[in-house]
């Protein structure tokens, strides 16, 4: 079981970002996955939420309005689409994997690696 | 939003110390929906307890989490050099879902 990103995505402030997240080694569609980011020497913070069928989101006050979290089940790929890019949206951002199928929110089983996103002039 | 407060902020102890970190939540959650995390420098976190109190796949049993309501605790048992690490607590059990700050646990 893993989840793959890509390592370094550098973007300009305005501007958007989307994240990919690809699964393997389980059935895609039956757990959630969760975006987590960690700003440079800083904690964790929940983004939001995405059903493994892609029906169900629930995203962080912090970025509704600016975050759209989507899946492709014919690749097993999750998408983090975050715009209106500010400097401090640098940080790392995570894709994890719920640790039961079909919960509504859980603990975090599997990490992908994280994406770098740099926000820069 | 349910506020995490992790206790200490750096807890400096030797390998085969007892390391007990607290966590403190702003109101009362579930405790099927609390857990905990470690990371590494440079690595993703793992996960390492959730339901409060039950280790996930494996965690050595040295660590052990424990509270209720408002108060957590995750317990390490003689700590081992590769427990020096970061510590977070999280609550899902009401969106949104959040983190604590963070215990650094340092080779004294």
Known sequence: VQLVQSEVEVTKPGASVKVSCRASGYTFTSYGITWVRQAPGQGLEWMGWISGDSRH???GPKFQGRVTMTTDTSTSTAYLDLRSL??????IYFCTRDLVDGAYHDALEIWGKGTLVIVSS | EIVLT?????LSLSPGERATLSCRASQSVSTTYFAWYQQKPGQAPRLLIYGAS???PGIPGRFSGSGSGTDFTLTISRLEPEDFAV?????????????????KVEIK
């Open chain 1, 57 to 59: 989101t629930d995203y």
């Open chain 1, 86 to 91: 500010r400097s401090d949206d640098t940080a």
């Open chain 2, 6 to 10: 992790q206790s200490p902020g750096t």
């Open chain 2, 54 to 56: 039950t280790r996930a």
């Open chain 2, 87 to 103: 510590y977070y607590c999280q609550q899902y059990d009401k969106s949104p879902l959040t983190f604590g700050g963070g215990t």
